[in-house]
């Protein structure tokens, strides 16, 4: 089989296709036939060296995985080869196999086709999981709104009834107000810390001086909710968000799409061979929604 490997940390042109032998799924495991993944910004921060979360090169990166079943381990009852499933691994989806425990795979939603299937695992749980607590009628704010994790958001946060404050450019503002914002903050002309106040929980998608800068603009028992940034926070109202996609939770995700209550957004489907182009893409901080990438040889 092909996988995309790294023998070094660097830039986007760092990837080499190589041929490798097809991994045996051990117990618990299923082997599967990937037929799409998507670029997530651990991807290219893992890529340069930044985020070691995955070790020493050599690497092959690629977190979101739809695909078909080829084959399970021992004890992997949950799937049958010829099922198609979505879901997360850590690292290795950007391949023609990969190997993923079967309690991080659920199927995928009916309603859309599996290559849009890979942009929802990782951006999809982790606004799921930032939007466990939200109740009607409460003030939430999310940094880096018109990103991957940030559209889905948004559109999590309107369903539970929440009204949404969000950080992007003016010419995203459109399109976050159709999702649900109601006050969108143009970060570059606006400090949002002067634009909202009473704020009961901020998706904090950007870390640094924004997780700090939020708090000022929290009501008594507002928290924020920090995909980046250190692993604690000297302040409680802090909580640190690491994605935890379970079969559960992809099955929410899922049934949630298929009753037409969340709708992913792909700035771009491209094959696999163009993974540098969408890693310079992503890289830029530009894009809205997701970018996806087919196994296509
Ligand atoms: N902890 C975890 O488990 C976990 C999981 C998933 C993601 N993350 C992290 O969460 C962050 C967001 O991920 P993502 O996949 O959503 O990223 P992304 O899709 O690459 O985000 C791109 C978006 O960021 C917006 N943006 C850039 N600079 C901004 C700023 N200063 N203020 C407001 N918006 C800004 C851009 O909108 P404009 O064009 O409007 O500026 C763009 O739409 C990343 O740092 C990622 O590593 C963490």
């Known amino acids: 089989m092909w996988q995309m490997v790294q023998r070094s940390f660097g830039g986007p ?10 991994p045996t799924p051990g ?8 037929v799409a993944t998507s670029v997530n910004a651990a991807d290219w921060k893992v890529r340069s060296g930044v985020n070691r979360q995955l070790g020493e090169p050599p690497l092959v990166l690629g977190l979101d995985v739809s695909g078909i079943v080829a084959a399970v381990g021992d004890e992997a009852t949950r799937f049958a080869p010829g099922d198609a499933v979505y879901g997360m691994v850590f690292g290795g989806a950007n391949a023609e196999y990969v190997v993923a425990q079967q309690n991080r795979l659920a199927s995928v939603p009916v309603s859309i086709d599996p290559v849009h299937a890979a942009a929802l695992p990782v951006a999809g749980v982790t606004a799921w999981q930032a939007l466990s607590s939200v109740r009607p009628g409460e003030r939430v704010l999310v940094h880096a709104a018109a990103g991957g994790v940030g559209h889905l958001a948004v559109q999590i946060a309107a369903r539970r009834g929440a009204s949404i404050a969000a ?25 949002f810390t ?7 929980l901020v998706v904090d998608l950007i870390g640094g001086d924004y997780t ?29 968000l ?5 079969t559960a939770v992809l099955d929410e995700l899922a049934a949630t799409v298929d009753r037409g209550e969340l709708t992913v ?10 993974l540098a182009a969408a890693h310079r893409r992503s890289e830029s901080g530009r894009v809205r929604g997701k ?7």
């Not at 459109?174 to 143009?186: H, K, M, S």
């Not at 002067?194 to 009961?200: G, L, M, N, P, Q």
């Not at 800068?213 to 940034?229: I, N, W």
Request: charged share 30%; no cysteine.
């Open 212 to 240: 700090d800068r939020s708090l000022t603009v929290l009501s008594e028992t507002g928290q924020v909710v920090a995909a980046e940034g250190p692993a604690t926070h000297p302040d409680s109202r802090v909580r640190r």
């Open 13 to 22: 042109d760092v990837f080499e296709r190589a041929e490798v032998p097809r």
């Open 167 to 191: 950080t992007a450019r003016t010419g995203n503002h459109a399109y976050l107000r159709a999702l649900g914002v109601t006050e969108p903050i143009d970060y570059r002309t606006t400090d």
């Open 194 to 200: 002067t634009a909202v106040r009473e704020v009961d």
């Open 242 to 246: 690491y994605v935890d996609p379970t």
């Open 27 to 34: 117990p618990g495991q299923v082997l599967v036939r990937v």
């Open 291 to 297: 970018i996806v990438l087919t196994a296509d040889r």
């Open 265 to 274: 957004d792909i700035a771009q489907i491209l094959p696999i061979t163009e």
